[in-house]
């Protein structure tokens, strides 16, 4: 059973930093994209980052320059390094990995439970 589980979130002051890390459990073959979403209170789901296999990097213009998101293909790991935050960022945060589990499954997109990032004025 892929499992994505994701740590880091909390409540910090505008212009602090946090880091949002998210690693892959289970029986895994490959992993193609991974990223970031978020969700703030009355919006849809949103993109913030992704990054492909090959390190090839994507981000939402409302974070370029701030955030920074980076893998670890040795330990399925995603993280997200989030610096001079603003309230606007204020969301829950959810992992996703496109992954293919076995070489009798396909590829799918799997989603973590979701971090509460909270960033005060």
């Known amino acids: 059973q892929v499992q994505l589980v994701e740590s880091g979130g909390g409540l910090v002051q505008a212009g602090g930093s946090l880091r949002l890390s998210c690693k892959t459990s289970g029986s895994v073959l490959e992993i193609n994209n991974m990223g970031w979403y978020r969700q703030g209170p009355g919006n849809q789901r949103e993109l913030v980052a992704t990054?492909?296999?090959?390190?090839?990097?994507n981000y939402a213009d409302s974070v370029k320059g701030r955030f920074t998101i980076s893998r670890d293909n040795a330990e399925n790991t995603v993280s997200l390094q989030m610096n001079s935050l603003k309230p606007e960022d204020t969301a829950v945060y959810y992992c996703?990995?496109?992954?293919?589990?076995?070489?009798?499954?396909?590829?799918?997109?799997?989603w973590g439970q979701g971090t509460q990032v909270t960033v005060s004025s």
């Open positions: 990054t492909t296999s090959a390190g090839s990097t």
């Open positions: 996703k990995a496109q992954l293919r589990a076995s070489r009798w499954d396909v590829v799918r997109n799997y």
